[in-house]
């Protein structure tokens, strides 16, 4: 059974968790990176497991868009320097057509998530603070600010804070910072605060000091009391979290603690997972690691997008790294095993994974030529070929028009791949010339100048590849030496597409005049 559909019986099966709200969070530090995405997306597995369950579900998504900053997007931070502290939703844009930093890095992965098929409503933390729907967790949360202490020290072994400290960041009145203001007294009406000018590197207080209710979004509460406070608020009971929350003692720990003690709310179900690496490092929006997360659908069909989550369990590490590896045309061929076990049923999860990865409609169980991505990016290479025939041939007989739609679609995302993430040793180029210090054999040379003879009489490329490795045996010459000797004289390298397919996509006598002068 696939993962997600396990988690969703658990799920049911406890007789908790109702009604079943599925969400996920972020704060917008910055563009985000791909694997900022893989949360998403595992909630949005869960939430369709349950919907396919019977249940019935909802699945939100919280953009933190109060949230301070205390970095900034490397490709703004020179023009934005003097806003660090500042909510993100109080920074002005850099591009023009939105109105703050906060609702452009929002926007943009709320498109990456949609183009996806993620399905949450997306929420804002700053339009929900500033509805008053956060007034009264904020006055549970300043009435226990003794207790949130207590706990952070038990559950995480963090020292006290000073004393006085209470649970809320004001907005400072006079800079209009918040992640350099100190809150000390709550009268219960109105909290006392100084926007300190030392308390954090990353950003200056101008010194102000000041008194303002708390309520309508005049502040927030800091992360971890805000953590739970979501969950109150907005409802929810099914909740995941990437591995460095969900340690033992972290914020995921300190935020199911304060549903018990301090807003007396259910815990939400907890399901830690692991992160996805690029080349073996973690991503991070803010120090520009990792492939940006609106990027994802220009490399990839959607459907292929989803399926490079789906296709782990959320407990393993995942690495993807399409720079100038192999990762893409891996990808779909696993997508395309995926998509034949759902044809075929030959694997349940497998079929599944497919299923999950589906941005609209589920295809039909219905046999279809499935055009390999390795084997497009091999004629894409070849100078006239017609792709169409070619995978006609292939098949054995002639392509349906859906197959005709999905060798385009692939044709264009090979074409980027190519450009853009191959490595070289798979980019198939047919020379300007023989390659300098090109050493061939006796045997080699004699096997290129007889392969003229063959390219001569044999014009189908099935019938030509049996003759070529016919010829090798007769003259008793090692095959892959003499394939070997067949690439290095086109194209510079020891390997390459099907031989025989490749001399024939090639210009006649461009390829007689290259086999003799390198047979000299």
């Not at 019986?9 to 900022?36: C, E, L, N």
């Not at 044709?411 to 993430?421: A, G």
């Not at 019938?463 to 690439?487: H, R, S």
Request: charged share 30%; proline share 5%; hydrophobic share 40%.
């Amino acid at each position: 059974m696939y993962w997600a559909d396990k988690i969703a019986k658990q799920i049911v099966s406890s007789g908790k968790y109702k009604p079943y709200w599925v969400d996920d969070m972020k704060t917008p530090s910055g563009f985000a990176h791909v694997g900022s995405l893989r949360g998403p997306i595992i909630h949005s597995l869960i939430y369709r497991a349950l919907k396919d369950a019977g249940q019935k579900a909802t699945f939100t998504f919280v953009i933190n868009d109060f949230d301070h900053a205390d970095e900034l997007p490397l490709e703004f931070k020179e023009d934005l320097k003097e806003y660090m502290g500042f909510p993100l939703r109080k920074i002005p844009s850099p591009i023009k057509g939105l109105d703050s930093l906060g609702g452009l890095l929002a926007d943009d992965f709320s498109k990456a998530m949609a183009g996806l098929g993620v399905e949450a409503k997306i929420l804002s933390s700053w339009d929900m603070y500033h509805e008053g729907k956060f007034d009264g967790v904020i006055r549970e949360a300043l009435e226990a600010g003794e207790k949130i202490q207590d706990i952070y020290e038990k559950v995480s072994g963090s020292k006290k804070k000073e004393k006085g400290w209470l649970p809320f960041q004001a907005i400072c009145q006079n800079c209009g910072k918040v992640g350099t203001t100190r809150v000390y007294e709550w009268d219960g009406k109105v909290v006392s605060y100084k926007c300190e000018p030392n308390m954090v590197v990353w950003a200056k207080g101008c010194g102000h000091e000041g008194k303002i209710s708390p309520f309508g979004g005049s502040g927030k509460l800091p992360w971890k009391v805000d953590w739970a406070a979501h969950w109150k608020v907005i409802g929810v009971t099914i909740e995941a979290a990437g591995k460095d929350h969900a340690s033992a003692g972290g914020s995921y720990d300190i935020a199911l603690t304060l549903c018990d003690q301090v807003f007396h709310y259910p815990r939400p179900f907890k399901l830690p997972y692991e992160f996805i690496l690029i080349g073996g490092r973690k991503m991070s929006s803010s120090k520009g690691l990792g492939l940006k997360a609106h990027d994802l659908i220009n490399i990839l069909p959607a459907e292929l997008g989803r399926f490079l989550f789906a296709r782990s369990d959320y407990r393993q590490q995942a690495n993807f790294d399409p720079a100038a590896t192999m990762a893409i045309p891996d990808l779909f061929d696993e997508y395309d095993r995926a998509w034949q076990a759902h044809i075929d049923g030959s694997d349940e999860t497998l079929a599944r994974t497919f299923e999950l990865s589906q941005i609209k409609s589920i295809p039909d169980k219905k046999p279809i030529f499935l055009p390999r991505f390795r084997d497009i990016a091999n004629y894409l290479e070849q100078p006239n070929v017609d792709l169409v025939k070619k995978f006609e041939e292939i098949k054995g007989g002639r392509l349906t028009q859906e197959e005709k739609s999905l060798l385009q679609e692939r044709k264009k995302y090979v074409k980027v791949w190519l450009e853009h993430y191959a490595p070289e040793e798979a980019k198939y180029e047919m020379l300007s010339g023989v390659p300098k210090g090109l050493k061939l054999g006796k045997k080699e040379k004699e096997f290129l100048l007889k392969l003229l003879d063959l390219l001569e009489r044999q014009k189908d490329a099935d019938a030509l590849q049996k003759e070529i490795y016919d010829l090798t045996k007769k003259m008793g010459l090692d095959t892959k030496k003499a394939f070997a000797a067949i690439y290095q004289v086109l194209i510079g390298k020891d390997h390459g597409p099907k031989a025989a397919w490749f001399l024939l996509s090639l210009p006649k006598e461009k390829v007689s005049k290259r086999l003799k002068e390198a047979a000299k």
